[in-house]
């Protein structure tokens, strides 16, 4: 290890304070950053309850701010506010909503130091997997922005009796959507949802998580910054499993993504009040080295698809199944490359891993492979904590030897901790990626598009990627990106990321003729003519 020891306080956005100020004794000081930076930032959150609650940055420890807490009547108000904001929002034309977000791609440009930044401060990770948070929500904002007209405009569908028959859809919005997020990419989870909502006409009320709620705080900021209406985005700040009911109840649709288990209870609480929901949750994401693999591409890539921010990344894999022939190839290689990584903690750029995002976080990881190695694993990389670089830093770590009974095996670690398991046959392999009950994402290294592509088929997951580890599905926002099984239910980005949003509205005009008899007709002979037709429209091949 090539361990960076230096928490760089010169950094390129000018948040830092010059001096400490001394939050034990002015609440709305910061050790880490300006406090009125903070105040600005935390202002945003709808909160009379005078309450605040601190929040430290995994790097050192150090207080970043102090988050002000929203009751259930401050969830009410900001819903109120968004329904009124929304009501207007939806009578903006779409010209005006796609400027507004092209706005924001570039803003979010201008001021990516600034949001990798404080990504570093809140999360901890290293800047290179900060870079990728702005970076998505720019594609994000640009995509909606240019295909608003094709995913929103009314749009023509066969009606059942050619040329008498004119249906159109249109596309309303669902009103107030509540989203609730994680804190692993804070500012990629507060915003990629949020936007396909607004630009389909919605308002949003927002709970980020607790630990990362300046990241989101500073997408908001800049969403208004960008032209989009002050209301149209609320926050509320507090604890999920005390907001989240309030929320759902107020809600016209769920946007949640997070753990399997919270998505469970979030589910259940939509089916009572008939609304729906999107769920992205965990994942135990396997990667496929197939013998026809290039070895030192796939190296390279599974050190991305396993440790990229600490392995705390829905879509990072856990499992690895390699095959025979390259096995000790690939696993020389990769074991190689893991060593050389250089962990840091600090926002400058140069470090390869940064730190896990708290105690509960290092507790599951050391649990994971304490419980590994105590029955029979052997570690190849890593395999420790590194409290010298911060308080949550743990090694990357690839374990050989993982067997059904060690809780890494089927249970989604969330860090950088990955299996590797040898085979020998494809068809076993793919058994083995599709075994568990997660359907997240995956991967597959081979020379061969076509039959990695034809494997890709028989993965039972949302997304697979070939020859890349996540970057080249979860950047393609033109696809759909989520889980099947007890990864999630919808889809985000694409259509259905935007499509979810709204209610569909099938208009149709009938002309000349309807659909009882007609001029003394009987009914038989209507019923008979009506069987007619429907062989005739079979024999032309109409749908
Ligand atoms: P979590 O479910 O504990 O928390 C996620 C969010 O839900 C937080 O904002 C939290 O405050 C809130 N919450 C918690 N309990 C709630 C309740 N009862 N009602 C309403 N809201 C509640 O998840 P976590 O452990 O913090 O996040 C990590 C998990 O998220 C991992 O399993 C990871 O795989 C998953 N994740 C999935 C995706 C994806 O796109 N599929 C992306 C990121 C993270």
Redesign the pocket.
């Known amino acids: 290890m090539n361990p960076m020891s230096d928490p760089a306080p010169e950094h390129a956005s000018g948040l830092a304070t010059a001096g400490p100020a001394d939050p034990e004794h002015d609440r709305t000081a910061s050790y880490a950053l300006d406090p009125g930076y903070v105040r600005a930032l935390t202002d945003r959150v709808v909160s009379t309850t005078g309450e605040s609650v601190p929040t430290y940055s995994p790097f050192t420890g150090q207080p970043l701010g102090a988050i002000p807490q929203s009751s259930t009547a401050d969830v009410e108000t900001a819903y109120r506010r968004a329904q009124r904001a929304q009501e207007a929002w939806a009578a903006t034309p779409l010209e005006d909503r796609s400027r507004a977000m092209l706005a924001l791609h570039d803003l979010i440009l201008d001021r990516q130091d600034e949001i990798i930044d404080l990504v570093c401060w809140e999360s901890g990770k290293a800047r290179k997997h900060a870079f990728d948070e702005p970076l998505h929500v720019a594609l994000t904002a640009r995509y909606y922005a240019r295909t608003a007209h094709e995913h929103l405009d009314p749009s023509r569908k066969a009606g059942v009796v050619p040329g008498l028959t004119r249906v159109e859809v249109n596309r309303e919005p669902k009103g107030v959507v509540g989203v ?6 804070p500012f990629t ?1 507060a915003l990629c949802d949020g936007l396909p909502a607004l630009m389909a006409g919605n308002a949003v009320v927002h ?4 630990q990362t709620m300046l990241s989101a705080l500073l997408g908001v900021q800049l969403l208004e910054e960008a032209g989009f209406p002050r209301d149209l985005w609320q926050v509320v700040a507090g ?3 005390e ?3 309030p929320m759902i109840e107020r809600s016209d649709y769920v946007c ?8 469970k ?2 589910a259940r609480q939509c089916a009572d009040r008939l609304i729906g929901c999107s769920l ?4 135990k994401n396997p990667i496929l080295v197939l013998r026809d693999a290039a070895v030192d591409r796939a190296a390279e890539g599974a050190v991305r698809a396993a440790f990229s921010n600490a392995g705390q990344l ?2 990072s894999m856990e499992r690895m199944f390699v095959a025979d022939q390259v096995y000790d190839r690939f696993v020389a290689r990769f074991v190689e490359r893991t060593k050389a990584m250089r962990l840091g903690s600090g926002l400058e750029w140069g470090s390869d891993m940064g730190s896990l995002i708290s105690k509960a976080q290092l507790d599951t990881v050391t649990a994971h492979v304490e419980d590994a190695v105590g029955k029979g694993a052997r570690v190849l990389a890593g395999g420790r904590a590194r409290p010298d670089l911060g308080p949550y830093f743990y090694e990357p770590t690839i374990l050989e030897g993982v067997t059904p009974d060690m809780t890494c095996f089927g249970d ?1 670690t ?1 860090g950088p901790v990955i299996a590797l398991y040898r085979f020998h046959d494809e068809a076993e392999a793919v058994a083995r990626a599709n075994a568990g009950e997660y359907g ?1 994402n995956a991967s597959i290294y081979s020379r061969d598009g076509k039959r990695a592509r034809a494997i890709a088929r028989q993965i039972r997951c949302g997304t697979v990627n070939i020859n890349e580890a996540f970057g080249a599905t979860f950047a393609s926002i033109d696809s759909p990106m ?2 099947m099984r007890q ?2 239910m919808g889809r985000r980005q694409g259509a259905e990321g935007i499509h979810r949003y709204t209610e569909s509205q099938s208009v149709a005009t009938q002309r000349v003729v309807r659909f009882a008899p007609m001029l003394g007709m009987s009914d038989q002979a209507y019923a008979r003519m009506m069987t007619a037709n429907l062989r005739l429209m079979n024999k032309l091949r109409r749908k």
């Open positions: 609730i997020s994680p804190w692993n990419y989870m709970k980020p998580d607790a604890p999920g499993r907001l989240g009911g949640f993504t997070g753990s399997t288990a919270t998505g209870v979030i992205e949750l965990g994942g829905c879509v989604e969330f997240l989520g889980g990864s999630g």
